[in-house]
């Protein structure tokens, strides 16, 4: 999560899903994409809203509005988070969902695309609250996710409790000699209930790994680079943890709360520890000085990690930013004219689809140790995670070297030629 940013003279932002369609047609442009493949990849392939009751812990009702869109399923299972927050949408929803069908085929694993989610802020309810309200939003949603056709994962402000919650759920409308079927329904789940080892950090270890993978690509060493980080969730915190192990120097953080600095360095586990104290805050961080949170992009820092919600990085800021390198932690926190701003000033954009995509590699390891009735060590994942990012991230800058590409459109290039290729072999029904 994350406030608005304030701007002497704000632009009206464009909308997440007009940023994911400019995306898209700009690399099905280049590739010069099958017409008909291209219908199909522009438009969902199922959206479902649901309104459900859900009484409170003072005995009123309250009703609910929950998202799940499923945009392609050609390479196998929809795959993709669920976030509670006030900004869920249906639009938020379908460029959700298409980003993830771009991020699971960079990543060459054999899923599709979904995303899905309640309009609500979390901080408003109480943990019985919110369990019920996950529950019956799984009862509503019913068939129309499963182990082998939809598979939601943690996203904004839910975690691997809300996971835990969904399993369960899902699993008591199954027949008892059915139930140990459906253990890989979700991914993201604590350990105690078929979760996997370094899931809780593969998305932020994967955002660190592509940092690192661009500092090997550039010559250059990350010890003392300075760092900011927007949101300190999990992706944000990982990120930090494993670029201090590499030297790096944490200089600023932002989150719903607000922006602190320090120029000679932030802990992150001092941090996580307070934030975890203030129920997610890092406010009143005595390591640090509170800053405007209109200064915190215009800070003078070698790498730049937007880690929170979509649409942070726009034309109103895009000026001010002096880190050599943005590492998209978040999914769209980059709009599509402030990415024309901030390539023509020579600053390298890690793309979303490939910098976080260490979550859904972490989910595909966990769904296939629950399908194979596997348990993986920690160091067993985190060197597979390192392999399979690798493998995207020089794939990506191949193309970006032979087709003279900045590396968004060569990751989207690289996607949609596999899906493509897929329609290709396999034609279109009837």
């Known amino acids: 999560m994350t406030t608005t940013l304030t701007s002497k003279k704000k632009q009206p932002k464009q909308g997440m899903l007009y940023n994911v369609m400019r995306q898209f047609n700009n690399a099905a442009d280049i590739i010069e994409l099958n017409t008909n493949i291209r219908k199909i990849l522009e438009v969902t392939n199922n959206e479902f809203v649901v309104h459900f009751p859900v009484r ?59 995303k899905g989610g309640i309009q609500l802020d979390p901080t408003k309810y109480s943990q019985d609250e919110l369990q019920r309200i996950t529950r019956r939003f799984t009862y509503a949603l019913g068939d129309n996710i499963g182990p082998e056709l939809d598979i939601p994962a943690p996203d904004v402000n839910t975690n691997p409790q809300t996971m835990a919650w969904i399993l369960d759920t899902y699993m008591s409308t199954k027949s008892p000699n059915e139930r140990s079927k459906n253990l890989h329904v979700v991914t993201g789940k604590p350990i105690g209930a078929g979760g996997s080892e370094g899931r809780d950090r593969a998305t932020g270890y994967g955002v660190f790994l592509t940092i690192k993978f661009w500092a090997e690509h550039n010559t250059i060493d990350l010890k003392n680079k300075t760092f900011i980080v927007q949101g300190f969730g999990n992706v944000g915190y990982w990120a930090s943890h494993f670029l201090k192990k590499e030297g790096a120097i944490l ?153 003279n590409l900045d590396m968004r459109t060569a990751a989207f290039v690289i996607a949609i030629e596999r899906l493509e290729e897929t329609y290709v072999q396999r034609g279109i029904f009837p």
């Open 251 to 403: 200089i600023a953080v932002q989150d719903a709360y607000g922006s602190i600095h320090n120029h000679e360095g932030i802990s992150p586990e001092k941090l996580l520890d307070y934030a975890k104290a203030k129920k997610g805050s890092i406010s009143g961080f005595a390591g640090a000085n509170v800053i405007d949170n209109a200064e915190f992009f215009g800070l003078d820092c070698d790498i730049c990690i937007p880690a929170a919600l979509g649409n942070q990085v726009t034309v109103d800021n895009a000026h001010d930013i002096k880190a050599r390198l943005i590492a998209e932690g978040a999914n769209g926190p980059t709009d599509v004219k402030a990415e024309e701003i901030l390539l023509k000033r020579g600053i390298d954009i890690i793309p979303d689809i490939l910098c976080n995509s260490g979550g859904v590699i972490g989910s595909y390891f966990e769904w296939l140790q629950n399908r194979n009735g596997e348990i993986w060590q920690l160091d067993e994942v985190l060197e597979k995670l390192e392999r399979k990012m690798r493998e995207s991230f020089n794939k990506v800058m191949y193309k970006t070297k032979t087709k």
């Open 56 to 114: 409170m812990d003072n005995g009123e009702v309250e009703i609910f509005t929950g998202y799940r869109v499923q945009h392609n399923n050609a390479l196998g299972p929809y795959k993709g988070g669920l976030r509670y927050h006030p900004t869920v949408d249906i639009d938020a929803a379908r460029a959700l969902a298409m980003w993830m069908t771009w991020k699971t085929s960079l990543a060459g694993l054999p899923y599709g695309g979904a």
